[in-house]
């Protein structure tokens, strides 16, 4: 399903565990820039929708293409003098924003949105095929119902925000600073 906002609840809690480590907005775009694949395909109206992004190489092709798009986005930050610096600068100072522009956080955050996309997909769709191009084999098919996955995606989401939510408010309190 193009676009599902489910698939960034496990991002929230990946974020909320690793503020520093991991760019939730690089998790973000990877999931926007996979499901580009059956959004082309629905509106052509040709199935499968889902197709070689939604396997374990094209994921990998998916986590290189955002990391380059969200470093592309950092570099036109860096030129915009007034704007682009004074959210680079609070970036610098918050450790959940620090996180969103280091290389690691958007590698690790482009990493872990396209590889648990396609994973949970895996457990949903019948054309998602994780090891192709070598077998079109669908090991994770069904292990998990559509309701258990959509739920398990609210409830880390969640989790996530309410750990987000709590860090800025110790770092609040504690007069900011990259403590965590
Ligand atoms: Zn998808």
Redesign the pocket.
């Known amino acids: ?2 676009f ?1 906002p489910f ?1 960034l609840g496990p991002g929230l809690l990946l974020k909320g565990g690793a503020p520093r480590g991991v760019s939730w907005s690089a998790f973000a775009v990877s ?1 926007i820039v ?2 580009l ?2 959004l082309y395909y629905l509106m052509r109206g040709e199935a499968p929708l ?1 197709r070689a992004l ?1 396997t374990l190489p094209g994921a990998a092709l998916v986590g290189a293409v955002t990391v380059a798009l969200c470093l592309a986005g950092r570099w036109a930050l860096e030129r915009r003098a007034g704007l682009g610096n004074r959210i680079l600068a609070l970036a610098e100072r918050r450790s959940v924003l620090y996180g969103e522009i280091t290389l690691s956080g958007v590698v690790w955050g482009a990493t872990l949105g396209s590889f648990s ?2 994973l949970l ?1 895996a457990l949903l ?1 019948d054309d ?1 095929y994780l090891f192709w191009p070598w077998t079109r084999a669908t090991p994770l098919l069904g292990m998990l119902s559509p309701a258990a996955v959509i739920l398990g995606c609210v409830v880390t989401g969640a989790l996530g925000l309410v750990w987000i939510g709590w860090r800025l408010i110790r770092e609040q309190l504690s007069g900011g600073g990259r403590s965590t």
Do not use: A, C, F, G
Request: charged content about 20%; cysteine-free.
């Open positions: 399903m193009p599902t698939h999931q996979i499901d694949e059956p889902h939604h996309h396609v997909d769709y998602v």
